[in-house]
């Protein structure tokens, strides 16, 4: 009975084993068509999506562009004259903030009263030679000749005074050298007698250590045989031992202190030897000068006086000629004399323009360096250079309003464009974003701010800052 179950049971699942695979196969249509609509509806609404997205892109109604900030013209670094670039600050007359106008003396060289001098001497060349062309356009009077007798008189004693006085420069100069040459070689002499005083007493030292060293090392000899025989123990062997070991160290010690005691005195023994010749050459320098400064001053009163005791021996007849020579000498002293006040106006360095004090380059009593003396800028007038990619600057236009914005002032600042450079260049004012491109082509635009943000920048030269330019 079981069997005939088992065999109809069989047959049972064979007859329905079609019916299952339509059933699978109409599953699976079913399905795919499911599946298909569903892919259809979702492209649908992707492609709807993108549309409106695209719809949605605003226009660009700006251009944003980092640059900096600059007074009007940029900064100027102010400096000496060529003829006076040698020369040393005497007087800074203005401080870093200070506002100055144009024209306004600035700094003042230490060749100022060199050249003050000589303008005063030309001067009074001007003054004689004038004085001659007149006697010589009168004539023979006996005032004249007295007058001009006079003038050589006056000459003669200027010329003996400003000699002497020059002379007694001269003698100071010189025992001002022998003053510090002999402090100066007593203080070597002191030096070394310092290093020979102090190597002796060291190496007195060095004797004594030696001497205690080898007392040491004998000591130990002998509590070293007296070890071995076992008359005494080890500890007191290696008492010994310390001890010679410490007389050692302190020997090395002392020779190093020799060494060094060597060393730093010849160091300052030769500094001293320099500061010697410093003076020597400093002094010898001053010498020199003084003693032409002492000849130039004999030959220029010398000429004066010849010129005068010439015009005294001509006075007495007028020629055209001797008026002629007189003119001459007039035209050539007042050229002497303006040639004199230009290279007096180089020791006076002036502002070209009104604008504020920056940086302070050189201070008073320093030589004027490269950078120059002080750095000036118009900061009445503002500009922010902005530097636009090349992509956009063709959307820059003359005149445009732009916003200027920065982290250090919290108002915004506003311009319109008043100049756009002609010249594509590497981008110099980078982003704090590491992942910007800093190799990028840009085009300066020159901003002009208004008179109110110009005086919130005025403090801020070369501030980062972004604009922002309605197109």
């Known amino acids: 009975m079981l069997d005939d179950h088992l065999v109809k049971n069989s047959l049972a699942a064979e007859a329905s084993r079609p019916s299952r695979l339509v059933l699978t196969v109409a599953a699976f249509a079913v399905g795919g068509a499911s599946i298909y609509g569903l892919q259809r509806f979702k492209g649908g609404e992707i492609a709807k999506t993108s549309a409106k997205a695209i719809r949605a892109i605003p226009d660009i109604k700006t251009v944003t562009a980092l640059g900096r900030l600059e007074p009007k013209g940029e900064v100027i670094e102010l400096s000496a004259p060529g003829m006076a670039e040698a020369s040393r600050v005497e007087k800074l007359l203005v401080k870093e903030g200070d506002k100055v106008q144009a024209d306004q003396v600035v700094a003042i060289l230490d060749s100022r009263d060199t050249l003050m001098a000589a303008f005063k001497e030309a001067k009074e060349a001007v003054r004689v030679a004038q004085a001659n062309l007149k006697m010589v356009k009168a004539g023979a009077k006996q005032g004249d000749i007295e007058a001009q007798k006079a003038a050589i008189a006056r000459l003669q004693a200027e010329q003996d005074t400003e000699i002497k006085a020059q002379q007694a420069a001269i003698n100071r100069l010189q025992v001002e050298k022998n003053t510090e040459s002999k402090a100066q070689q007593a203080a070597i002499n002191r030096l070394q007698a310092e290093k020979i005083r102090e190597i002796e007493a060291q190496r007195a030292t060095i004797a004594r250590l030696e001497a205690q060293l080898e007392n040491a090392r004998l000591e130990y000899q002998r509590y070293q045989s007296l070890y071995k025989t076992g008359a005494i123990s080890i500890s007191l062997r290696d008492s010994k031992d310390l001890v010679l070991q410490t007389a050692k160290q302190q020997l090395a010690q002392a020779r190093a202190n020799l060494q060094r005691i060597k060393a730093s005195k010849e160091q300052q023994i ?3 030897q320099a500061n010697l010749e410093r003076i020597r050459s400093s002094r ?18 010398q000429q004066q006086i010849n010129q005068s005791k010439a015009t005294l021996e001509s006075i007495a007849e007028i020629r055209p000629v001797d008026v002629l020579v007189a003119q001459t000498e007039v035209n050539r002293a007042v050229a002497a004399m303006n040639r004199a006040e230009a290279d007096l106006k180089q020791a006076y360095v002036r502002s070209p323009q009104d604008g504020q004090i920056f940086d302070i380059k050189t201070r008073p009593g320093e030589r004027v360096s490269d950078e120059g003396i002080a750095e000036i800028g118009e900061t009445s007038s503002m500009y922010a250079i902005v530097e636009v990619y090349q992509s956009d600057v063709n959307k820059i236009r003359l005149g445009q309003e732009v916003e200027v914005l920065a982290d250090a002032i919290p108002d915004k600042l506003k311009g319109i464009v008043d100049q756009i450079g002609l010249q594509v260049q590497r981008q110099n ?43």
């Open 429 to 471: 004012v980078i982003n704090s974003d590491p992942s910007t491109n800093i190799d990028s082509r840009v085009v300066e635009v020159h901003v002009r701010l208004d008179d109110e943000s110009s005086q919130k920048a005025a403090r801020f030269t070369n501030l980062q800052v972004r604009a922002v330019v309605e197109i």
């Open 270 to 272: 030769a500094e001293a």
């Open 284 to 301: 010898q320098q001053q010498l020199a000068e003084a003693e032409a400064n002492l000849e130039r001053i004999q030959s220029s009163l």
